[in-house]
C-alpha cells in the first residue's frame, strides 16, 4: 500500500485506511508511526527555505521510492503547482535522503507519496 505524506502545518499518513495525523508540536506521546511522519516532515523542512518564492497555497505531490535503509532510489513529480516548487520540494528530499525510518519494519513502505503545501 502507498502512504501520501502531506507536509504543511501536518502530516497525514494514510495507513490500511486509518488516518494518523501528526503535528509539530505533540503533546502527548506520539505513536510509532506518528513519530515516523514527524521524522519525515522534520528532515523534509530542514532543507526546505524558510520563506520560498512560491505562493501561498501552491502544492507538489511527488512519488519517493526508498530502499529499506532510507536511500532515495527514485524520485518523480507526480503533480506540481510550479517547477519552482517542484524543484525545491526534490532537492529538499534528496538533501534528507537517507529518509528517516519507522520503528517497525512491518511500517517501512518502499513506495510513499508526499504532498507539500506551501503555507507562508
Given at each position: ?85 517542484g524543484n525545491l520540494v526534490l532537492r529538499a ?28
Amino acid at each position: 500500500m502507498n502512504k501520501v505524506f502531506v507536509f504543511s502545518c501536518l502530516i497525514l499518513l494514510g495507513f490500511f485506511g486509518n488516518d494518523i495525523q501528526a503535528t509539530e508540536s505533540q503533546e502527548m506521546t506520539p505513536e510509532p508511526l506518528e513519530r515516523y511522519t514527524l521524522g519525515l516532515m522534520s528532515a523534509l523542512k530542514a532543507n526546505l527555505p524558510e520563506k520560498p518564492q512560491v505562493s501561498n497555497g501552491e502544492s507538489c505531490r511527488v512519488s519517493v521510492k526508498q530502499g529499506r535503509s532510507g536511500y532515495i532510489q527514485e524520485l518523480r513529480v507526480l503533480k506540481c503547482s510550479s517547477g519552482t516548487l517542484g524543484n525545491l520540494v526534490l532537492r529538499a528530499i534528496i538533501a534528507a535522503s537517507p529518509l528517516p525510518q519507522p520503528e517497525s519494519s512491518e511500517d517501512f513502505q518502499e513506495e510513499v507519496t508526499i504532498v507539500y503545501i506551501v503555507d507562508n
